[in-house]
């Protein structure tokens, strides 16, 4: 009866409430772009924000906090920490925050255009894995001479961007992370939401282009000298698009790692430095095995010893 009950509900489309979904963003010097991302997210019927901030030096954090006011709670995270451990490390940390039944991961630079009607995520469809779903997201740029009247739609993505966090559910990867279930990609697998937002990226300032290029660098150049960060990476990526790049990305990686105090062996193939803080961070999990809220710490108890919930 059960199997019966759960494979009706797995075919049919439905609506998630706002106020059952928590909205985590991750940050870093995102002044300039986050205004109209949280305006809408708002607009829309959102009520309670995660946002992790990975040292901020342009006030981001009290930004967000002067425009959410109690409906965030406002996270530090290492900007070193992404560098050594990923994307993914950064999404799972926020959301081992989250209180909710559901969370929705939204970038700084995208804005919500779609899918909210009255208080409410629209499901177009169910996957194969339940309670995780897509989002689509329309990437945007200047037509001609960065004109802001000739903004056109040169490519469209969708990112599994909404779901029940637990245990089992996770994000995995250094770079181009994705959710995983025990440890299976749900990137194939995953139901769709109509959740539609613009991407705003290619409208950062220089200087912050600039910036995630040589954090972008640094992290290919770790993939291709250390093998033991390429979880969740494509072999094309340390196979043939950084061969073919060597040069330039290298150029491009040793700057930004100088820039930002990281010495060679910190990327290069033995990685004393980036070795030393992976010990010392283990040390410090043993010690404080836990950074989830009471309520986090109970979901993910239950999670341990119940399937995943339908």
Not at 205 to 223: F, N, P, S
Not at 238 to 263: H, K, N, S
Not at 266 to 275: E, K, L, N, R, V
Request: charged share 25%; aromatic share 12%; with cysteine.
């Amino acid at each position: 009866m059960t199997v019966e009950l759960e494979a009706e509900d797995i075919s049919r489309p439905g609506r998630l409430s706002c106020n059952t979904i928590d909205v985590g963003l991750i940050v870093y010097n995102e002044r300039a772009m986050i205004g109209p991302t949280l305006a809408a997210l708002l607009a829309a019927g959102f009520d309670r924000f995660i946002v992790l901030d990975m040292q901020s030096t342009d006030g981001t954090a009290d930004y967000v906090r002067d425009i959410l006011g109690d409906k965030v709670q406002i996270i530090s995270f290492p900007r070193r920490s992404l560098i050594e451990y990923g994307y993914a490390e950064a999404r799972n940390t926020c959301a081992s925050f989250s209180t909710r039944d559901w969370l929705l991961f939204v970038d700084a630079d995208e804005v919500l255009i779609s899918g909210v009607e009255n208080g409410a995520v629209a499901i177009m469809n169910h996957g194969e894995t339940p309670n995780v779903y897509s989002i689509t997201r329309k990437n945007l740029k200047c037509d001609t001479n960065n004109d802001p009247d000739s903004i056109i739609v040169y490519s469209t993505e969708t990112h599994n961007r909404l779901y029940k966090p637990n245990f089992r559910m996770r994000y995995n990867g250094y770079i181009h992370e994705n959710i995983v279930l025990s440890g299976e990609s749900c990137q194939k697998t995953a139901g769709q939401s109509a959740l539609i937002f613009d991407h705003h990226a290619k409208f950062k300032t220089e200087i912050d282009l600039h910036h995630k290029e040589g954090l972008y660098a640094l992290m290919l150049w770790r993939v291709y000298n250390q093998p033991d960060v390429r979880v969740g990476i494509g072999p094309w990526w340390y196979d043939t698009y950084v061969p073919e790049r060597l040069g330039y990305i290298e150029t491009v990686a040793e700057r930004f790692a100088q820039q930002e105090g990281y010495p060679p062996s910190f990327y290069g193939p033995t990685a004393q430095d980036a070795s030393f803080y992976k010990r010392l961070k283990s040390a410090m999990r043993l010690l404080f095995p836990s950074r989830l809220t009471p309520m986090g710490k109970i979901k993910r108890a239950i999670s341990n010893f119940y399937p995943l919930s339908k």
